[in-house]
């Protein structure tokens, strides 16, 4: 079965760190460009970040730049994303996304969806 | 960044309407637009990429249209499960954008 399914995701204090996780199965992960966007509670999508099939590259978005940093484990089939200096304005619920483009550059768009996981930062 | 302008922001429809929901990107995009459904507590769900080519599996009741800066997600004869909020999106310029929303509620 095709999938995505995050986790990591809970009730942080402002300031503290959390790593999400996003496990893929039922394809070739390692062929993927994969990508993380949020959706803030009752508010639209936003891309977060993404990295390409191999690794070699990645790009994350201004809001999150220098705090937020996407990796992957392809022998784990897994992508991740290490949040520091979380914000209030962080909160959301936050999804993995599949590029639907394999083993070159990402098309910027998302064929697979994982199920989200919801990241709350409050004190 | 690219805006992504979509209208109605929200629409009430009735089982068998036809519904079309437009996004206008900020600067020219050729046919670089998605749309996705989103129904309530769900992920997002990619209904056409390129601006008019069907994902796999999704109904061909669901059809998109344009280019450069003008898009129109069109359902033909809503049904039942058609009811959610959609987004266009651009993957033309960095970063990529999202519209807004249109929300399609029962009339």
């Known amino acids: 079965q095709v999938q995505l399914v995050e986790s990591g995701g809970g009730v942080v204090q402002p300031g503290t760190s959390l790593k999400l996780s996003c496990a893929a199965s039922?394809?070739?992960?390692?062929?993927?460009?994969m990508h993380w966007v949020r959706q803030a509670p009752g508010k639209g999508l936003e891309w977060v970040a993404v990295?390409?099939?191999?690794?070699?590259?990645?790009y994350h978005a201004d809001s999150v730049k220098g705090r937020v940093t996407i990796s992957r484990d392809n022998s784990k089939n897994t992508l991740y994303l290490q949040m520091n200096s979380l914000r209030a304005e962080d909160t959301a619920v936050y999804y993995c996304?599949?590029?639907?483009?394999?083993?070159?550059?990402?098309?910027?768009?998302?064929?697979?969806w994982g199920r989200g996981t919801l990241v709350t930062v409050s004190s | 960044a690219i805006q992504l302008t979509q209208s109605p922001s929200s629409l009430s429809a009735s089982v068998g309407d036809r519904v079309t929901i437009t996004c206008r990107a900020s600067?020219?995009?050729?046919?670089?637009l998605a749309w996705y459904q989103q129904k309530p507590g769900k992920a997002p769900n990619l209904l056409i990429y390129?601006?008019?080519s069907l994902e796999s599996g999704v109904p061909s009741r669901f059809s998109g249209s344009g280019s450069g800066t003008d898009f129109t997600l069109t359902i033909s004869s809503l049904q039942p499960e058609d009811f959610a909020t959609y987004y266009c999106?651009?993957?033309?310029?960095?970063?990529?954008?999202f519209g807004g929303g249109t929300k399609v509620e029962i009339k």
């Open positions: 039922g394809f070739t992960f390692s062929s993927y460009g």
């Open positions: 999106q651009q993957f033309s310029g960095y970063p990529p954008t």
């Open positions: 996304a599949r590029d639907p483009r394999q083993q070159l550059a990402p098309y910027w768009y998302f064929d697979l």
């Open positions: 600067q020219g995009i050729a046919s670089a």
């Open positions: 390129h601006a008019s």
């Open positions: 990295i390409w099939y191999d690794g070699s590259n990645k």
